[in-house]
């Protein structure tokens, strides 16, 4: 029997004899299946190919866990480390047994979980690898589950987390989308880890949300305001998402992001 990974977007499957028909996270209409069709790799395929997990530190109790060279959509995981034990975010779609050794010698991991389906990579191969830790999934997002398994956990709305971490229910980009509040991230003036719930922008002073990045599909301007009603509450300067930071003045850049997207939904800006 195999775990099945989807070389596109990197996400488990089920270990089967024989692969999946076909990745039902590619088929919808918020990803893609290559021109060339379906493909399918495993973590031995991945190892022999000279795959490898890195562990970086990114500030005093954050680290990124990537995969070398870039696997699937290409996003990092994040290892939080609180007093309770560690969390970690969206996970890469690969393991080895240094990149587990390296997490380990940072804590472990106490919980895992991400921010939308998209983005849970191998979560239960690294749950396993830690004991079985649970999975965090949105019940929202239940029907996204690629490799059922006994540790999954479902919530909705908002998730108290090991030590001073909150998951928080954002909707947008998939109905069970979430952020995560870390209130003791950037030296306390507090960071938010978010996935593609709020995907930075290029130029690393705005963020956005879509329904579809790839296909360009947006939001319509509710979702935006229960997005922008959300997180306003929340105190955090930082922002981690899925492919880069935004270091500083995190907060008033989302509000501000946010509202000129629905201003453009509204056709108040001149064209």
Partial sequence: MTVWTCATCAIEHPDTAAPPARCEICSDERQYVPADGQHWTTRDELAAA???????????GLHAVDTMPELGIGQRGLLLQTPKGNLLW????????????AVRALGGVAA???SHPHLTGSSIQWSHAFGNAPVYVSQDDQQWIRRPDPAIRLWHGTLELLDGLAMVQCGGHFAGSSVLHWARGAAGRGALLTGDTLAIGADRKSVNAMRSYVNNIPL?????ERILDTVSPLAFDRIYGAFGIIDSDAHAISVRSLGRYMAWLDGTLPD
Avoid: N, Q, W
């Fill in 50 to 60: 000279g795959m490898r997990v890195v562990v970086t530190e990114l500030e005093p």
């Fill in 90 to 101: 969206e996970p890469p779609g690969f393991l080895d047994s240094d990149g587990v050794a």
């Fill in 112 to 114: 895992i979980s991400a």
């Fill in 220 to 224: 319509p301007k509710r979702a935006i």
